[in-house]
């Protein structure tokens, strides 16, 4: 070989290693691989591998502030026959919630992943590779730092859509907001018989 063929070689090399880099680089920091990431930790049952990609805090957070605005469009129903003092007096209820709860979280924190914990761990292993599967095929959108993800049940086309956020700190995709819809219909169907 000439030592032009080598320097060719050598550069085809090179750049395509380059490529595969930015490939993986690209691939290991997405949405989709957290979300699988996720599915092989349940199918190893290593909890401690799955809640890497979920944010408890701020995933309880979220859903307080959700059950709250359906709370609220429920009172505002209600208020049009309340007197100005049931109107106060739940004004200060939610209010009183609202700063109560985030402290309620820190204190129970362990046993809310225990519960969760112990729903997943005894998820069969058909519900497993249903998970597994709709996390592959996943219809992710993300924008920036933030992704919407929407799994959909292959036998009923329910969607189940939730808010993943790269971490600025270690870049970890986690899971930090759920449709509140969603997880009422499933949370319905799960643990309603």
């Given amino acids: 070989m000439t030592r032009k063929t ?6 085809l090399v090179v750049l395509g290693g380059a490529l595969a880099g930015g490939l993986y680089w690209h691939w290991v920091n997405s949405p989709r691989y957290a979300l699988q990431q996720m599915a092989l ?3 190893a049952r290593d909890m401690d591998q799955f809640f890497k990609y979920v944010e408890l805090k701020e995933l309880f957070n979220n859903f307080v502030e959700a059950s709250g605005r ?33 402290k309620l979280f ?5 046993q809310i992943r225990g519960a969760i914990e112990q729903y997943l761990l005894h998820l069969n ?3 497993i590779l249903g998970i597994a599967a709709a996390a592959t095929v996943a219809q992710i959108d993300t924008q ?19 808010q993943m956020r790269r971490q ?26």
């Fill in 6 to 11: 080598w320097i060719i070689a050598v550069a």
């Fill in 41 to 43: 930790a349940l199918k």
């Fill in 70 to 102: 359906e709370v609220k469009a429920r009172e505002s129903q209600d208020d049009q026959k309340a007197d100005n003092w049931d109107k106060l007096t739940k004004r200060l209820g939610n209010k009183f919630a609202q700063m109560f709860l985030p």
């Fill in 106 to 110: 820190a204190s129970f924190e362990p």
């Fill in 125 to 127: 292993t058909t519900q």
């Fill in 144 to 162: 920036g730092d933030e992704a919407l993800v929407t799994l959909t049940d292959p036998k009923t086309q329910e969607k189940f859509r939730f």
């Fill in 168 to 193: 600025p700190d270690h870049g970890l995709w986690q899971i930090v907001s759920v449709n509140y819809d969603d997880l009422k219909r499933l949370c319905k169907r799960e643990f309603q018989h």
